[in-house]
C-alpha cells in the first residue's frame, strides 16, 4: 500500500533550492511597476468610474448612473464611428504592411549592412519632427492646386480631390506608421538565419515561394507585431482623419472631441475611449497570441 | 615699493568699488524687483486674438498692466473652463452673448454699473439692453462687438445673385465642395432659417426640428469637410472648400484683405449675428482694473481695436467707434460694410430684420442639436 503522500518525504536531492527574494532584482523592477500603476492603472480605472459620473451645470459630480453607457451605445453614430474607426484602421494597417514589404525586404536581405544602418536612421528622422507638422505639410502636396496635381496636370489628368478623403486619412495614417513599420520588418528580416534562404533555394524553391514559405513564417512574430503597432496608432490617431480627412466620416477619436465639446460631456467621452481600450485590448490580445503560437511540427 | 591695485576687469572698477557697487545692486534688487512687480496681471478669459499684442500692447503699455489670456473655442469650454477654477481665477470674461445668461446663473459674474459705460452712444437700441445681459434690471456684460454670419464662398464659383439665398449650398457644381465649421449651432441655426422659421429659428417645435434635420440631411451629400478654425481658413483659401456653411466675415474678412476670391452676404432668409461681450469675473480682486479695460474697449480707440482684430474682425457697436473706423481705417470700414447707407451696412440689416442673434436652442436641449450634429457627420 502506498504510503499517504503526506508522509512522503522528498530526497533531499530532489528538493528544489530555497527561493529568496531577491531584493536587488526587486528594486529594479519597481520603478516600472509604480509608473504603470500611477499612469496606466490609476488613469484606467478613473476613466472607468467617470463613465458612470453626471455633468451638472457643465461640472462633473460623482454618481453611478449607466445613463452615459446606454445614451452612447444605443445611438447610430456611435456605432457608425465604431464601424468606420475598426475598417480605416485595418485598410491603414494592409496598406502600410504592403507597401513597407518591399522595401523591408531589400533593405533586410538586398542592402549592405551599412545601407541598412543609414535606412533605418533615415526612417527614424520623421520622428523627430511634430507629427502635426508632417500633416499640414501635406496640405501642400495634396491640395488641389498642390504639387501633385500640377504634376499630373503636365500629362493632362486631373485635378483629383485628395484632401478631406479617405485617401488623405490614408496618407496620414501612412506619415504616422509607415517608417516604424519598415523599421520592425527590417529589424525582423535582418535576424533570418540566410541559411534557410540558402537551402531554399538549393532545393529549387523559386522566390516567390521562398518568400511566402520561408521568410514570411520565419519573420511571423515581427510582422505582427509590426501591424499591430500600425493597427493600434492608426485607430487612436485624431489628426489625419480630421485634418487630411475633413472629419468624414468621424472616428471615435474625433467622437470623443464632439462629445466633449457640447456640453463638456466628459463621462460619455470616456464611454467611447473604453469601448476604444477594450477593442484595441481584444485585437492586440488575439495578435500576440497569434504571433507566439507554435505551428504544426514545432517543438 | 610699488604696490599693483587689485583691479576688476569690469569697467576698470577696483575691488573695493565693485564690491560697493555689489552691495548697492543687491539691496536695491528688492525695490527694483518691486517697481517691476507693480505691473498687474489681469487674467482675460476670451475667444483667440483677444488678448494679442495688436489689441492691448498700447493699453498694457500706458496702464502697466500685462495681460494673461486663456483661450476658449465655444461657449460650452469657456463655462467648463469657469467651473472647474476657483473663484477669482478670472478677472475679465468676453463671452458669447448667448452664455452671459448662464455665466450671471451660475454666479460667475459681477453685477456692472450702466453709468461707467456709452450705452446712449450705442448704434442700434436693443445693443444697449442686449438680451441675457440684464437680469432683474441689473447689468451683468457689455456688448463689444459683433458679427453676422450668413453665405461664405468663392466669388469664381458661385455669383453674388446666387448668394443671396442659402439655396447655393445645393448648387450641383459644388458638390464636396461645400464646407461646414465644426458647431452644430450656426449651421443649424441657418438652416433653420432656410426652412423659413424666421425669428423663431431657435424656438423649434417637434416638426419643426424634424423639418430642420431632414434639410440639413439633405445637404450633406454636397458636403467636403468639417473643419475647424484653422481648417476652415485653409479650405477656403487653397480652393478646396468653394463655400462654407456656419461662418461670415469673421472668417472671409481675413481672407479677402490677403486677396482671396471670397466673400459673406446675408442672404435673403436672413443671416445670424455673434455677439462678443465683457464681463468681470466674480471674486476678481482686479475688478476696478478690469472695468478700466472694459471702458477703453468701448472707447473710439478700442473699438477701431476691435474691428481690426487681427485674428477675426468685428463691427463696432458705438457711433463713436464707427467714426473713428471710418477716420483711422476707411478701408476696412468699406470692406466690412461699417458705412451709413451701405445696403449690407450691419446696422441696417439689424433693423430690416434680417438678422437674427444667435441663441440656444429653446424647445431641444444642446445635447439633442449636438447628437443630431453626430449623425450628420457620419451619414
Known amino acids: 500500500m502506498a504510503a499517504p503522500f503526506s508522509q512522503t518525504r522528498e530526497s533531499p536531492m530532489s528538493s528544489k533550492p530555497e527561493q529568496r527574494p531577491n531584493l536587488y532584482a526587486l528594486t529594479w523592477r519597481l520603478p516600472i511597476i509604480f509608473w504603470q500603476l500611477i499612469f496606466f492603472v490609476g488613469p484606467v480605472l478613473f476613466m472607468v468610474a467617470m463613465s458612470f459620473f453626471l455633468v451638472k451645470n457643465y461640472r462633473m459630480t460623482e454618481a453611478f448612473e449607466f445613463v452615459n453607457w446606454s445614451r452612447m451605445l444605443t445611438r447610430g453614430f456611435f456605432w457608425d464611428s465604431y464601424w468606420y474607426t475598426l475598417f480605416i484602421a485595418t485598410v491603414s494597417t494592409i496598406c502600410a504592411m504592403c507597401i513597407a514589404f518591399p522595401a523591408a525586404f531589400t533593405l533586410a536581405f538586398r542592402a549592405s549592412e551599412a545601407t541598412r544602418r543609414w535606412a533605418i536612421f533615415l526612417l527614424i528622422i520623421p520622428f523627430f519632427t511634430s507629427y502635426l507638422v508632417r500633416t499640414f505639410s501635406w496640405f501642400v502636396i495634396l491640395s488641389e492646386s498642390g504639387v501633385v496635381n500640377a504634376v499630373l496636370g503636365y500629362v493632362g489628368l486631373g485635378p483629383y480631390t485628395m484632401l478631406n478623403t479617405h485617401f488623405g486619412t490614408l496618407v496620414g495614417y501612412m506619415t504616422l506608421t509607415l517608417p516604424l513599420v519598415v523599421i520592425l520588418q527590417t529589424v525582423t528580416m535582418s535576424n533570418i538565419d540566410k541559411n534557410l534562404i540558402e537551402a531554399a533555394h538549393n532545393l529549387g524553391c523559386s522566390p516567390l515561394r521562398t518568400i511566402w514559405q520561408v521568410i514570411i513564417p520565419l519573420s511571423k512574430t515581427g510582422l505582427i507585431i509590426a501591424a499591430i503597432f500600425c493597427f493600434i496608432l492608426s485607430f487612436g490617431d485624431f489628426v489625419a482623419p480630421f485634418y487630411l480627412g475633413g472629419s468624414q466620416e468621424p472616428t471615435l477619436p474625433i467622437l470623443i472631441l464632439d462629445t466633449t465639446k457640447s456640453g463638456q460631456q466628459w463621462p460619455r467621452a470616456a464611454v467611447v475611449a473604453i469601448m476604444m481600450m477594450v477593442t484595441l485590448f481584444a485585437i492586440a490580445f488575439t495578435g500576440i497570441a497569434l504571433a507566439y503560437r507554435k505551428g504544426k511540427g514545432a517543438k | ?379
Open chain 2, 1 to 379: 615699493m610699488y604696490k599693483p591695485t587689485v583691479t576688476s576687469s569690469l569697467l576698470g572698477l577696483n575691488r573695493r568699488q565693485l564690491l560697493k557697487v555689489g552691495g548697492a545692486a543687491v539691496l536695491t534688487t528688492p525695490f527694483v524687483s518691486r517697481a517691476w512687480a507693480a505691473t498687474t496681471e489681469i487674467n482675460m478669459l476670451a475667444w483667440y486674438g483677444h488678448g494679442e499684442a495688436d489689441v492691448v500692447a498700447e493699453y498694457e503699455a500706458a496702464n502697466n498692466v500685462k495681460f494673461v489670456p486663456k483661450y476658449y473655442a465655444g461657449g460650452d469650454n469657456m463655462l467648463a473652463l469657469i467651473a472647474q477654477s476657483p473663484p477669482g481665477t478670472y478677472d475679465l470674461i468676453l463671452s458669447d452673448a448667448e452664455f452671459v445668461q448662464q455665466l450671471n446663473a451660475a454666479g460667475y459674474i459681477e453685477e456692472m454699473n450702466p453709468a461707467d459705460y456709452p450705452l446712449d452712444d450705442m448704434l442700434h437700441e436693443d445693443f444697449s439692453q442686449f438680451p441675457g445681459h440684464w437680469a432683474d434690471g441689473k447689468m451683468y456684460s457689455m456688448i463689444l462687438r459683433g458679427g453676422h454670419l450668413g453665405v461664405s464662398y468663392n466669388k469664381n464659383s458661385v455669383t453674388a445673385e446666387e448668394a443671396e439665398s442659402y439655396a447655393c449650398f445645393w448648387k450641383p457644381e459644388l458638390q464636396g465642395k461645400v464646407g461646414h465649421f465644426d458647431w452644430h449651432l450656426p449651421t443649424l441655426g441657418q438652416m433653420s432659417l432656410y426652412d423659413g422659421n424666421g425669428a423663431d429659428l431657435w424656438n423649434l417645435n417637434d416638426d419643426q426640428w424634424a423639418k430642420v434635420q431632414e434639410t440639413t440631411m439633405n445637404l450633406r451629400p454636397q458636403v467636403g469637410g468639417f473643419f475647424d478654425y484653422g481648417g476652415t481658413f485653409n479650405g477656403l483659401k487653397n480652393g478646396e472648400m468653394q463655400a462654407m456653411v456656419g461662418i461670415g466675415d469673421w472668417i472671409t474678412g481675413v481672407l479677402e484683405k490677403d486677396g482671396a476670391p471670397v466673400a459673406s452676404v446675408i442672404p435673403k432668409e436672413g443671416g445670424i449675428q455673434f455677439t462678443e461681450s465683457y464681463s468681470i469675473g466674480k471674486g476678481s480682486e482686479k475688478a476696478e482694473e478690469a472695468k478700466k479695460f472694459i471702458q477703453y474697449m468701448m472707447s473710439p480707440a478700442g473699438q477701431v481695436k476691435s474691428a481690426q482684430m487681427a485674428a477675426y474682425p468685428g463691427f463696432c457697436v458705438t457711433n463713436a467707434g464707427r467714426a473713428a473706423l471710418i477716420e483711422a481705417d476707411m478701408a476696412e470700414a468699406t470692406r466690412s460694410h461699417q458705412i451709413d447707407g451701405d445696403p449690407q451696412d450691419p446696422i441696417t440689416l439689424i433693423k430690416e430684420g434680417r438678422i437674427h442673434y444667435r441663441d440656444i436652442p429653446q424647445q431641444q436641449s444642446l445635447e439633442d442639436w449636438n447628437d443630431f450634429w453626430s449623425e450628420y457627420k457620419s451619414a
